[in-house]
Structure formats: C-alpha cells, structure tokens
C-alpha cells in the first residue's frame, strides 16, 4: 500500500513539475493523461513496479472517468497503444494499477532528446460500447 501512494504522490509531483496532467472527453468519459520522465520517480518507488529509471526514458500515464449522476466513476479499460518519433516506433505495454477506488495504466518509453514524442492509444472503458482513439504529441527533454 506504502509504494503505491508514494507512487501516486511521485507521479503526481512529477507530472506538476513537468506539465500539469490533462483530460480529454470521449462521449461520458474523460481519459486523463501525463507524460512523465523516469528521472522524477524515486528508486524504490520505480523498483517497486518495476519501471526502469533512466535519462532517456518515460512513462505515459492514462486513467478514465466515466460522467454518472452528477459526478465520475473510476472506470477499468483495455488499451493497445503505440508511440513514435522520426527514428523509433514503440509498442506500449501498460500496467494496471488499482488502489483504492483509482484505477490507472502506465506504460514506459524511450525518447530522443528534444524530439516529439507521438502517441496514440485505442481504449474501450468498462462498459463502452465503442473503442475511443486518443491521440496525441509531447516534447520530452533529458534532465
């Protein structure tokens, strides 16, 4: 329980220090994502889910919220995701991560130094009726 809050705590310092996370809405669900370098996760929080720490290398983090009676609901979902830049093109691997009531996928990456990143990752919420495709582009630098 201890590494997954540092986790989230990590992560979500992280992300403020490097772009604040984002949302995009996809009918009655919100995909919320972040774009995090290694480098910003502690050792052993990395160890402990097994993410390799490292100048060149990065997470993409994804969650989804389903709109319901006035408010969100955590929702599970299955993805299958790619990522790209002018020499390398990546398959993305996601972890589910569940603690508590949050539900959250994060897959690693390796990046070239001041290149764009491109994203795009197919994912089906539980209970969807349809596949969304999220798109989208980050520059990532060594720090």
Not at 1 to 16: D, S
Not at 92 to 108: D, T
Request: overall charge neutral; some cysteine.
């Amino acid at each position: 329980m201890i590494p997954r809050l540092l986790f989230c705590v990590a992560l979500c310092l992280a992300a403020a220090g490097a772009q604040a996370q984002q949302s995009q809405r996809f009918g009655p669900f919100e995909l919320h994502y972040s774009v995090v370098n290694t480098t910003f996760l502690g050792p052993e929080v990395a160890a402990g889910y097994g993410i390799t720490r490292g100048k060149k290398r990065a997470i993409l983090n994804l969650s989804v919220r389903e709109h319901v009676d006035g408010g969100t609901a955590p929702r599970g979902m299955l993805l299958k995701g790619r990522t790209w830049d002018l020499i390398q093109n990546q398959d993305l691997v996601f972890q589910e991560v569940r603690e508590g009531a949050a539900i959250y996928y994060i897959a690693e990456f390796t990046f070239i130094n001041e290149e764009w990143r491109f994203f795009e990752v197919h994912f089906r919420p539980e209970g969807a009726q349809q596949t969304y495709t999220f798109e989208h582009k980050h520059q990532l630098y060594i720090n």
